[in-house]
Structures are given as structure tokens and as C-alpha cells.
T-cell receptor, first 117, second 117 residues
Framework: AQTVTQSQPEMSVQEAETVTLSCTYD???????LFWYKQPPSRQMILVIR??????QNATENRFSVNFQKAAKSFSLKISDSQLGDAAMYFC??????????????FGKGTKLSVKP | DAGITQSPRYKITETGRQVTLMCHQT?????MFWYRQDLGHGLRLIYY???????DKGEVPDGYVVSRSKTENFPLTLESATRSQTSVYFC????FGTGGVHGYGYTFGSGTRLTVV
């Protein structure tokens, strides 16, 4: 069974600095998708960034980028120029290719990010 | 507005009572999911549905019942609530096949915080 591990329960970063959140996963599949979700205090789950396993190029979305290491099964999230609004719980998630199967999202336990002014 | 709506947002119930959490989506997504979120566990899948009248168990289905008579609705029922079911419950939906806006990610509702006393 697939598993997702976030080894950092809590992280802290100074405003305007860069922080990297770690995520590793275990799977025997070759075709899958990886996601980072942000959950602010409002509780809403917000998709931050996604990565298709077949793509070698790392995904980027403005200040958010990933370091996807397929062989190492690692999927870290880098937040540049951290802002106070980035403070939230961040979840890493894995989904096998859903075509032809349900492909449920499997979540890590989350990393709580604090941003210091 | 298109989206996914959960109700109620907060609920307090007594041990042994039946309670139903509602979920309604306007995306016409095929897949719908129920997760529970607990500290130290991240999000865990309770039940999911691939289409109307097709449901299946997830990781933690005991004590829960689901139905899906219409594509847009996916209610979750706790038949006899227990304190261990105190949690935040998220409903989510996803497209099948094309990936859609979120590229095989999920669209989440705002969650229901359920307290069983």
C-alpha cells in the first residue's frame, strides 16, 4: 500500500525567507500524481501545487516550487519569500493514476508552518 | 456558484445518536469522498463513491454509512455516534479521466467539525 510521510510536524520561517517542507512516499507504481495542499486556520483545503510523476521538470507556482526526486521518492515543497499568509498546515498527498481505478488521495500527517514577522 | 458545500459547519451531538453530514457538489464530478481529519493522523479516507449508486469503503469505514442516489449528493451518516468520532469531516470531489482544473487533485468542502459528547 502507498504511504506518505512528512517527517517535520512543525516548521518555522522568518518572513521573506525561504523554507522547505519535506515529503517522502512509498509506492510501486510508476504513474502517479503528487500534491501539496495548504490548510489555513479557516480549515479550507487549498491546492498549492501538483506534479505528474512522468514529468521530469519540477513544478512551480509563483513562490512555490517542488523538488521532485522520483528515484528517491521524495517530493519537497519550497516556499520562497515567505509571507505571513503562508502560515498554515501543509499536507503532502499522493494519488495513483486514476484512469481505470479510483486513485484515492493518500495524505501525509501534515507540517504546521509558522511565519515570524 | 459552482463548488462543493458541506453542512452543517459545526455540530454537537450526544453519544448514541444518529447524525448525518451533508455534502453537495455542483461540478458534476464523478468521484466523491469523505475524509476525517484528526491531529496526528492527517486526513483518512472513510468512504468514496465512483458514481451514483457506487460506493466503497476507505481506510476507516467502521461506524459510518454512505449513500449516493444522485451524482451531486453524498451524505455521511454516523449510525450511533461515539466520542471517537469527534473529528473534522471533509467531503471532496474529483473528475474522472481528464484531470480537470485540479489535474486529478480534489475539490474540498469547508469541513464539518463534529463533537460527540
Amino acid at each position: 500500500a502507498q504511504t506518505v510521510t512528512q517527517s517535520q510536524p512543525e516548521m518555522s520561517v522568518q518572513e521573506a525567507e525561504t523554507v522547505t517542507l519535506s515529503c517522502t512516499y512509498d509506492t510501486s507504481e510508476s504513474d502517479y500524481y503528487l500534491f501539496w495542499y495548504k490548510q489555513p486556520p479557516s480549515r479550507q483545503m487549498i491546492l498549492v501545487i501538483r506534479q505528474e510523476a512522468y514529468k521530469q521538470q519540477n513544478a512551480t507556482e509563483n513562490r512555490f516550487s517542488v523538488n521532485f526526486q522520483k528515484a528517491a521518492k521524495s517530493f519537497s515543497l519550497k516556499i520562497s519569500d515567505s509571507q505571513l499568509g503562508d502560515a498554515a498546515m501543509y499536507f503532502c498527498a499522493y494519488r495513483r493514476n486514476p484512469r481505470g481505478s479510483q486513485g484515492n488521495l493518500i495524505f501525509g500527517k501534515g507540517t504546521k508552518l509558522s511565519v515570524k514577522p | 456558484d459552482a463548488g462543493i458545500t458541506q453542512s452543517p459547519r459545526y455540530k454537537i451531538t450526544e453519544t448514541g445518536r444518529q447524525v448525518t453530514l451533508m455534502c453537495h457538489q455542483t461540478w458534476s464530478h464523478s468521484y466523491m469522498f469523505w475524509y476525517r481529519q484528526d491531529l496526528g493522523h492527517g486526513l483518512r479516507l472513510i468512504y468514496y463513491s465512483a458514481a451514483a449508486d457506487i460506493t466503497d469503503k476507505g481506510e476507516v469505514p467502521d461506524g459510518y454509512v454512505v449513500s449516493r442516489s444522485k451524482t451531486e449528493n453524498f451524505p455521511l451518516t454516523l449510525e450511533s455516534a461515539t466520542r471517537s468520532q469527534t473529528s473534522v469531516y471533509f467531503c471532496a470531489s474529483s473528475e474522472f479521466g481528464t484531470g480537470g482544473v485540479h489535474g486529478y487533485g480534489y475539490t474540498f468542502g469547508s469541513g464539518t467539525r463534529l463533537t460527540v459528547v
